[in-house]
Nanobody, 118 residues
Framework: QVQLVESGGGLVQPGGSLRLSCAPS????????MGWYRQTPGKEREWVAV???????NYADSVKGRFTISRVAANNTVYLQMDSLKPEDTAVYYC????????????WGKGTLVTVSS
């Protein structure tokens, strides 16, 4: 069973930066899209950023201009560089991978906590 493993979360002051990483426990083939989502207590999980197999990226309006998603295709690793962090960015961040199978296969990580506080 493939697992996605996130790392890089932690406590950071407002205005600071963090870099999240996500790698699969073993190789995954035919990934269409990888992305980052986040969730806070009492709220639904929301998408933050995605990157396709063609390296096309898209961002939620709330993080556009502050966060950057990137990937290393060779090992299916995806990163989220988070700059100018705000307290409202505090959440558990989850990695996601969608694979081109019928039906589509979706993998999730267990999440990494990001806390933005002074």
């Amino acid at each position: 069973q493939v697992q996605l493993v996130e790392s890089g979360g932690g406590l950071v002051q407002p205005g600071g930066s963090l870099r999240l990483s996500c790698a699969p426990s073993k190789s995954i083939f035919r990934i269409n899209v990888m992305g980052w989502y986040r969730q806070t207590p009492g709220k639904e999980r929301e998408w933050v950023a995605v990157i396709t197999s063609f390296d096309t990226t898209n961002y939620a309006d709330s993080v556009k201009g502050r966060f950057t998603i990137s990937r290393v295709a060779a090992n299916n690793t995806v990163y989220l560089q988070m700059d100018s962090l705000k307290p409202e960015d505090t959440a558990v961040y989850y990695c996601n991978a969608k694979v081109n199978t019928l039906p589509e296969t979706i993998y999730w990580g267990k999440g990494t906590l990001v806390t933005v506080s002074s």
